[in-house]
């Protein structure tokens, strides 16, 4: 994906717009016809907790909010639903942040809970430190501040905690999660789909990812 097809600020706002006009819709529409849990062909269980209005191919999606797609609506720090080691990867995209930043760790902790052994933990979060440097440089504070504060849109869409990649990598191997890296959204396995973990903004004549994007395994 080239620099100029990863979402905008514009996009961001669009995007937002278009969940909160769509929430009591799908609502309902949950309600009507809940979704049937997808089956892929390979067999194994992707878990995409806070999945917001992303409806990701082949994943099971959890999020508190009852939209169509959602399968499994709760409260993404209590997985409670899922058995320790029954699922091969799960994927949480700006959300931890969502989280007091005491409870980090726990939250994590219960995402690796449910991995089996050999299981991926992928994980993007606002980078603190990239947003700071985009700031220092002559960022916009308006097109910055949603990304530390949150979008303010909604009762659950604030922030908590912020990140960078020294940081989030301890609280991941805390958590028990071993060799964690970063992951490109462009090339990384099952990830057909755009999402925060490509958002950008102009910074001067540059354009820079203002997604921390990490992943590890379950020993």
């Not at 529409?29 to 809940?34: A, C, D, I, S, V």
């Not at 169509?68 to 942040?97: K, M, N, R, T, W």
């Amino acid at each position: 994906m080239a620099d100029e097809a990863r979402p905008t600020f514009a996009d961001r706002v669009k995007f937002q717009l278009l969940r909160l006009g769509r929430r009591n819709v799908g609502a309902l529409k949950r309600t009507l016809r809940p979704p049937s849990w997808p089956a892929p062909s390979d067999g194994r269980l992707r878990l995409h907790v806070g999945c917001g209005m992303v409806d990701a191919p082949d994943f099971v999606n959890v999020d508190l909010f009852a939209a169509p797609h959602v399968h499994v609506q709760s409260s993404i720090d209590d997985l409670s639903i899922f058995p320790d080691g029954c699922a091969d990867l799960v994927y949480a995209c700006h959300c931890l942040e969502h989280f007091g930043f005491r409870h980090s760790s726990s939250v994590l902790q219960e995402w690796a809970r449910v991995l089996r052994p050999g299981g991926v933990l992928r994980i993007a979060v606002p980078d603190f430190a990239v947003i700071a440097r985009a700031y220092a440089a002559g960022g916009s504070l308006r097109e910055l501040q949603s990304l530390l504060l949150g979008g303010q849109d909604y009762r659950l869409n604030f922030h908590a905690a912020v990140f960078d990649e020294a940081t989030l990598t301890a609280l991941m191997n805390r958590a028990g999660i071993v060799d964690v890296h970063r992951w490109d959204p462009e090339r990384v396995d099952h990830h057909g789909f755009t999402d925060e973990s490509s958002i950008t903004c102009p910074v001067g004549a540059d354009t820079v990812l203002l997604s921390l994007n990490l992943e590890g395994r379950k020993p």
